[in-house]
């Protein structure tokens, strides 16, 4: 496979012959290092490697050059090497421009110059974006191949499972491909055993689930103590913040998550507002780098659902889905909550044969050139809606109220407004869903009436609640299922019936001592990024506490 490449473009030739002298320096073993004297120069050096595949990791340009400047090379280049990452060089003056870049042209990173040290103020920051870049990349297939049905649950959870855990695969689907058709043959296997891995080794697994996978692909699901200092149940930004918290601080930490470390942030194309990512990050990749940060400090990931939660003196026992438990002294539950389902006839039926919940990054290429619903009118659905726009021809918003302004953030809104081909339709409710094998319709009502629209694909953001059912009556909830801790443990001044401690319950502990809750599955949380790692890595702390108690 070619070296992927970085390209830099300035048109003083010492300055620009110093940054290649740096990039090959660090990065010439991986990495094929170009460069281009002014943008058009550039834009033809792209045109020729984009005409024999080759792969661009990074584009680093100065801003102030003539003819051309580094934001709009940059933005031109973007129609090329969407994915490719986008480094603005510019001179202290040239800050304020460079800030704007990051809106307009999407720059992911400006640096001044001078950059010396480069060990101090070049390499961390490229190293940092060439990282994203390469979990985002596909090279020349060699890997996992999934044949399944496009309409599938089973198909669908089995590709959100691969994605989500980066675990590179190529996708046949059965209704289109030939490919996928001959190769089930040459194995004799038949369509109903879909959805069926075929792995490089050329083995393969029918009617594979995430479960069975998990193991092939040499994830984790069963742990390696007997006993754990602190089970986290959730991988969102929650739980990964108290991982790396309670790891870090010399804690046997356990975290159990049955899809992939993000959270329901890792759905979600962009979040533009976490601290310290002026030009947004994933919610994937913001798991993907914790979930390394975590284990390097030694916390254990374990791929598996929570089933109950079992309390025997001081000892927390978490059952799992594949009926085994874990031992521990503290738990945290970082559970997060799950999309409301829509509530109308057929919703359920098709769910996964064309209705989605919170599915924007799996589904969205499969949707290429097609039409595709979003309902809801929150910022989730707000992110969904102009994920999709870059890959369907059209999105239309389905929202109940009369626009949006009441309940996404204005950035959101400006960005829906200046993309062509989204259509908000407001007042608008989706009644029903028809279509016998996969969606075939919506029926709309709004103030024309009563109506139906021909429709393939309906991604859902209406809100959501909590998914712990599971957890024992004595770990207290609201009436709406949220966990209650600390100050909300409190009736009339006095502590809740069932408290049977000499103190009061630790912000952050719920009814159960040394049970403890953070992130939006908390009652009266605050539903962000940064409060469930802020309240994740308080836990912490109160874990630190309880256990000194012993
Ligand atoms: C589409 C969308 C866009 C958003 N955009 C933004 C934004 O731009 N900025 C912002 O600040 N916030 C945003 N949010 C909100 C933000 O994602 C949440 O507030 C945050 O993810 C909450 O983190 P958490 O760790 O509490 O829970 P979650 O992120 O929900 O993580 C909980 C984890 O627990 C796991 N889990 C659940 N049940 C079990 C079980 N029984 N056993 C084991 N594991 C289990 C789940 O699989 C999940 O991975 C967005 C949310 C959505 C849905």
Redesign the pocket.
Known sequence: MARPILLAVDDDISVLEAVVQDLRRQYGAEYRVLRAASGHAALDTLAQVKARQEPVALLLSDQRMPGMTGVEFLERARETYPEARRVLLTAYADTEAAIQAINTARIHYYLNKPWDPPEEKLYPVLTDLLEDWKAGYRPPFEGLRVIGNRWSLNDHKLRNFLSRNHVPYRWLDIASSEDAQKLLEERQLKPEQLPVVLFGDGTSLAEANPDALAVRVGLSIQATQEFYDMVV???????LAAAVYGASEGLRTLV????AP???????SR????LGFPSGIT?TDLGRRAHVQASRFGAEFLT????GLRIDGQYRFVQLADGREVATHVVLL????QYRKLEIPGADRLTGRGIYY?AALVEAAACKDEEVYVVGGA??AG??ALHFAKFARKVTMLVRGPGLSATMSKYLIDEIERTSNIVLEAKTQVVAAEGEERLEALRLRSPKGEYCEEASSLFV?IG?EP?DE?LPPNVLRDEKGFVLAGPDLKQDGKPVEGWREQREPFLLETSVPGVFV????RHGSV????S?VGE?SIAVQFAHQYLAGF
């Open positions: 149940v959730g991988a969102g930004p929650a739980g159990i998550e049955p899809v993000g959270g329901q942030a890792g759905s979600t979040i533009e507002n976490y919610g598996q659902r929570a089933t970082a559970l997060g909550v919170g910022n989730s992110q969904a953001f959501a998914g599971w953070a992130g939006d599955v539903k962000r990024v940064a469930a994740g």
